[in-house]
């Protein structure tokens, strides 16, 4: 991408990906799809306020209960706290997704 800096980290592939997300398109067989930016829906609420919001209608045991989460907590690495709330923010993305875009199904990852 040319908009990236010769280091070329995930990160900034992701924001220069992110700048142009909100675009329609067809597949193939002539479906229509979107692609958004989730910081449509979070730019205006700090981490903060999401979790006081949106965090306190996850439980912590269901969460530990995650095949994803009991692998990484047994590796030798363990598992961060960003690590294990992005099962929030991902959660939360489908919600607006489904709310605002009718999204039914969310493909990708294996979280």
């Known amino acids: ?8 980290s995930d990160n900034n ?3 220069s990906c992110n700048r142009n997300s909100n675009r329609n398109g067809n597949d193939f067989n002539g479906n229509t799809f979107s ?4 910081n449509d829906w979070y730019a205006d609420r700090s981490v ?3 979790f006081a919001d949106i965090g306190r209608h996850f439980r912590i045991g269901s969460m530990l209960g995650k095949d994803s989460v009991k692998s990484r907590l047994a590796s ?3 598992m961060s706290f960003t690590e294990f709330s992005y099962q929030v923010f991902q959660s939360y993305d489908f919600l607006h ?7 039914d199904v969310q493909i990708g990852g294996s979280d």
């Open 1 to 8: 991408n040319s908009n990236n800096n010769s280091n070329n």
């Open 48 to 50: 903060i306020e999401f």
């Open 35 to 38: 692609i958004v930016n989730n």
């Open 76 to 78: 030798q690495d363990g």
């Open 97 to 103: 997704l489904h709310e605002h875009f009718g999204c």
């Open 13 to 15: 592939t992701m924001n």
